[in-house]
């Protein structure tokens, strides 16, 4: 006899439950298995270099009951070449733009659901690749027309610019695109920026030349070529301005000491350059003096007619001797003189200094004392022969007064009175 446990119930429901759980559990572990295949297949093309194949000898591919009896190798080929053939139909579509257009019912006819499934997730990739491809060559025509009218725009401002043709807005050509017209606008206002920076470049780069030795670009002028180059240009102005300063100043300083007839010194902290245009002004000073104090004897000789040295130069003897030939080459004051008395002599005369001394002190003094020397002479021989006129004229009226006296005493009659009257008339 069979005793039946009260718990048997129990018990059988509870294995029961947990017998139809574990098959559960199964099928989950199956479809988290094919959602975590499908999921990394799909990953896959993203990342593959080419975005052709979806699985690698590593990679499991969601198996369809219907071909449960492939091996895993002849799977992986069939997802493989009909996601390659999916790939490319949407590539092409996506492309030409055409939405969706070589999906249709003949292609999947042939093919499972799961198939299907392959070609569909290869044609949706495939699509987005082709779109993109083609945003990616429109954007690079763009870019091209884009890069071409700035390189046009650049240089047409640069050309604007040196010409001081300046437009106020960028002229714009309308048988170009529109993406050109876009380059050109910014090419020309870059080329116009950069000129103006230019020329501040220039003006700092001349004042560093002529502080400094070296050339120290700021980084706002380095960054470019132009605005590099005008500063160089700039600081290489300043140092020549620098250094053509320093010649003449050292040559003046040289000039001062050769001029005042020292003895030759030229500062030991000059340069080979510097210390040359000194002596090259000492030489030029001592030439001026000599050549000064020459002239100084050439103007005494309208002073004095005859040669005395001046005490001034009795000590040097160079100097006194430039003096000297100054004074006897003078061959001209002698007759200075004796054309100003002259001129002064005549009568209705002003002074006529010729041309090549009026701008010689002493001579024109020497021409106004001798013209004025003439003037004194006129004035005198018009007054001498004023009186010699006054005494003849006196002299001659008392000669005819007596005549007249003695006439008359001799003609008393009256046949003579007619004659005397008439006589008296003439006379």
């Known amino acids: 006899m069979v005793i039946k446990s009260p718990l048997n119930p129990v018990t059988i429901g509870i294995r029961a439950y947990k017998k139809g759980n574990k098959k559960v559990n199964e099928m989950r572990k199956k479809i988290f298995f094919y959602v975590i295949v ?3 297949a799909f990953i896959f093309q993203f990342v593959s270099p080419h975005n052709s194949h979806a699985v690698t ?3 499991d591919v969601s198996i369809p009951e219907e071909a449960s009896t492939l091996s895993a190798e002849d799977l992986k080929g069939i997802f493989n070449r009909l996601y390659e053939e999916g790939f490319q139909l949407g590539e092409e579509d996506g492309y030409n733009e055409n939405g969706y257009q070589s999906l249709n019912n003949n292609l999947f006819s042939t093919h499972t659901s799961k198939e299907t499934e392959w070609i569909k997730l290869g044609y949706t990739i495939g699509y987005e690749k082709g779109k993109r491809k083609k945003q ?10 884009k890069s071409s009218g700035e390189q046009d725009g650049y240089k047409q401002g640069l050309e604007d610019y040196k010409n001081a ?6 002229p714009q050509t309308p048988a170009k695109s529109k993406k050109w017209n876009e380059g050109f606008s910014i090419g020309y206002n870059k080329a116009i920026d950069i000129m103006n920076l230019s020329v501040k470049a220039k003006k700092e780069g001349q004042i560093q030349g002529r502080e400094q030795e070296t050339l120290n670009i700021p980084a706002l002028y380095a960054a470019d070529e132009t605005t590099r180059k005008a500063y160089e240009e700039g600081f290489q102005n300043g140092q020549q301005e620098q250094i053509k300063k320093e010649k003449k100043q050292y040559e003046q300083e040289g000039y001062k000491q050769g001029y005042a007839f020292q ?7 000059l340069s080979p350059e510097l210390a040359t245009f000194y002596e090259k002004g000492f030489t030029k000073g001592n030439k001026q003096r000599h050549k000064d104090v020459e002239q100084e004897g050439f103007n005494a000789a309208f002073t004095y007619i005859t040669y005395h040295s001046p005490s001034a130069y009795r000590t040097n003897t160079r100097l006194l001797e430039s003096y000297k030939e100054g004074f006897q080459s003078n061959k001209v004051a002698k007759q200075l003189r004796k054309d100003a008395y002259e001129e002064g002599w005549k009568l209705g005369r002003t002074p006529n200094i010729p041309s090549k001394f009026k701008h010689n002190k002493s001579a024109i003094q020497m021409y106004k004392k001798y013209y004025e020397l003439g003037q004194k002479k006129l004035k005198q021989t ?3 022969i004023s009186l010699g006129i006054l005494v003849i004229v006196g002299f001659v009226g008392a000669y005819i007064t007596i005549t007249r006296r003695k006439t008359k005493g001799n003609l008393g009659s009256d046949d003579n009175q007619e004659e005397l009257a008439l006589y008296e008339k003439l006379s």
């Open 136 to 145: 990616e060559e429109a954007l690079t025509v763009d870019e091209k027309e």
């Open 165 to 170: 043709t300046v437009a106020y807005s960028p």
């Open 263 to 269: 003895n030759l010194s030229v500062p030991t902290d």
């Open 38 to 40: 499908g999921f990394f």
């Open 57 to 59: 000898n590593e990679t």
């Open 382 to 384: 018009v007054m001498e």
